[in-house]
């Protein structure tokens, strides 16, 4: 029985690397996805690319966070690609982990993600966006 569930949380982690941007997929690690359950696991695809894949009360589309990563790719130009884009990559790790697990459980929930997604459009500076929300979601995960 542990074996499967090893096995699961594996698999799962693999495939996490398929539907996460292939310029996240590299700074976004599978060894640290640990998911509390396969529902956790299709929470968390929700998260990054809008798919429902059939999960109770979801609201398929936009926002997602691949979409969101393109969009601050392309606030902060060239210049500021080399710093932001593993920022951003390992922020949507961390938030979306937190967020689809059991509401019972977690610490960030959607109107976490609403207020995430204002700060990151209302920033005039990308990198700074990334930087306010990173602060407020560790702010949300502190003990």
Request: charged share 25%; net charge positive; proline share 3%.
């Given at each position: 029985?542990?074996?499967?569930?090893?096995?699961?949380?594996?698999?799962?982690?693999?495939?996490?690397?398929?539907?996460?941007?292939?310029d996240?997929?590299?700074?976004?690690?599978?060894?640290?996805?640990?998911?509390?359950?396969?529902?956790?696991?299709?929470?968390?695809?929700?998260?990054?690319?809008?798919?429902?894949?059939?999960?109770?009360?979801?609201?398929?589309?936009?926002?997602?966070?691949?979409?969101?990563?393109?969009?601050?790719?392309?606030?902060?130009?060239?210049?500021?690609?080399?710093?932001?884009?593993?920022?951003?990559?390992?922020?949507?790790?961390?938030?979306?982990?937190?967020?689809?697990?059991?509401?019972?459980?977690?610490?960030?929930d959607?109107?976490?993600?609403?207020?995430f997604?204002?700060?990151?459009?209302?920033s005039?500076?990308a990198?700074?966006?990334v930087?306010?929300?990173?602060?407020?979601?560790?702010?949300?995960?502190?003990?």
């Amino acid at each position: 029985m542990i074996a499967a569930v090893a096995a699961m949380g594996f698999a799962s982690a693999l495939q996490a690397q398929t539907y996460v941007r292939d310029d996240c997929s590299g700074l976004v690690s599978s060894a640290t996805l640990r998911f509390d359950s396969a529902e956790h696991a299709r929470w968390y695809r929700r998260f990054w690319t809008g798919d429902c894949d059939h999960l109770a009360f979801c609201f398929p589309g936009s926002p997602n966070w691949n979409d969101i990563v393109g969009k601050l790719l392309a606030r902060g130009g060239p210049a500021e690609r080399a710093v932001l884009l593993p920022k951003a990559c390992r922020l949507g790790l961390t938030i979306g982990l937190e967020w689809s697990r059991d509401k019972a459980v977690r610490k960030i929930d959607t109107r976490d993600l609403r207020a995430f997604n204002t700060t990151l459009e209302a920033s005039g500076d990308a990198l700074r966006g990334v930087e306010a929300v990173e602060a407020a979601a560790k702010a949300k995960l502190a003990p």
